[in-house]
């Protein structure tokens, strides 16, 4: 296992800090360190904690000519007794390897993606926020920086590790969401990269969310690629349809949905209840339907970043239709209550999710 070389930030003043994170926003602000570990022909070495700041790259680096890079995203938070606590974030270390071996970059070890983690999030402890709703955001990534134009794998790599306290994902809270279902545009395909998280499956997202701004709305729903018929997923986060009896639909996993770590929770954790869930192939046509009867009794995304948020309202060029009359459902604020209960270390953990340090 490698060691942390640790060259110390200048810290910012606590009143600095104490005002950026009375309001953090999402993905605006940044804590004082960084990890770094690089990758050549020797594995794995050169393992950093320094200050936060710009990293220094060739014009020719392979990440910014052919998109091999990737990312991961996890939060860490203030628990009730003073610990800081991880959300399962053993399964964040297996995804990035699942992404690193689709897009031909080395694996890291799960120990020490684990280890850089707890590294700078123990550096950066003042910088967790203790405010409701509040949390520190963690996005490990690795980048392929061989300075070399040819179409290759790259030979050298750097994995890096920044935090962000974060606020609401959406700044409207948790209020019922509206969502653009997007006919234009593709996520992703079979045999593509939409299973994995690969930087550049959020490049081609963007449109179509610019788009969905355009229409009023706050998110994206795309569907496949072949037909444009089945649900896949909303922008960065997967979708649920709720029916009576708690009875929970989503789509499956067919190569072109990513397998969120809280699509797994919430799957698991509504099982553990004694409700179904049912993985089908889920169409947009069924979802308008279902809504206009008064068969679908909720709707709701779920992602490392918003948690869990209710879907009021859908739009797209073929009109709208309202789910349940745009309120968010028993359902929803049962599972994102309970969720968000184990996350902050408020209620029973009977999975072993969090992971604590003093």
Not at 62 to 90: D, M, T, V, W
Not at 306 to 319: L, M, P, Q, Y
Request: aromatic share 10%; glycine share 8%.
């Amino acid at each position: 296992m490698l060691e942390f070389d640790i060259v110390p930030a200048r810290r910012r003043p606590a009143e600095e800090r104490a005002a950026l994170l009375a309001d953090p926003g999402f993905g605006r602000v940044f804590t004082d360190h960084m990890i770094t570990i690089k990758f050549g022909e020797d594995g794995w070495h050169d393992a950093r904690l320094i200050p936060f700041g710009p990293l220094s790259l060739s014009p020719a680096t392979a990440a910014l000519h052919y998109s091999q890079e990737l990312f991961e995203g996890l939060k860490a938070y203030a628990l009730p007794n003073g610990e800081i606590g991880l959300f399962r974030p053993e399964a964040n270390a297996r995804r990035l390897n699942a992404t690193a071996e689709r897009l031909a970059m080395p694996a890291l070890p799960e120990e020490l993606f684990l280890k850089a983690v707890w590294t700078l999030v123990e550096a950066d402890r003042d910088w967790v926020p203790s405010g409701e709703g509040q949390s520190l955001y963690i996005r490990p990534f690795m980048i392929a920086t061989d300075p070399f134009l040819g179409v290759r794998p790259s030979s050298e790599y750097l994995f890096a590790v920044i935090a962000s306290p974060s606020g609401a994902y959406f700044s409207g809270g948790a209020k019922p969401v509206t969502v653009w279902i997007s006919q234009d545009y593709s996520r992703a395909a079979p045999g593509g990269t939409g299973h994995v998280k690969a930087a550049a499956n959020y490049a081609v997202s963007l449109r179509a969310q610019a788009q969905a701004q355009d229409a009023g709305c706050d998110q994206t729903v795309f569907l496949d690629a072949v037909e444009q018929r089945w649900i896949e997923e909303s922008g960065s986060m997967n979708l649920f349809f709720v029916y009576e009896n708690s009875h929970l639909v989503t789509p499956p996993l067919n190569g072109s949905i990513l397998p969120g770590v809280t699509r797994d929770s919430v799957i698991r954790l509504a099982r553990h209840n004694g409700w179904t869930v049912e993985e089908r192939p889920y169409s947009v046509d069924e979802w308008r339907a279902d809504a206009e009867s008064g068969a679908l009794r909720e709707t709701f995304a779920c992602g490392t970043g918003v948690v869990i948020t209710a879907i009021g309202r859908a739009r797209s060029r073929d009109g709208e239709f309202t789910i349940a009359g745009a309120a968010e459902g028993p359902v929803t604020a049962s599972i994102r209550d309970t969720l968000v209960g184990i996350q902050r270390g408020r209620l029973e953990d009977p999975f072993g999710w969090s992971v604590r340090r003093p």
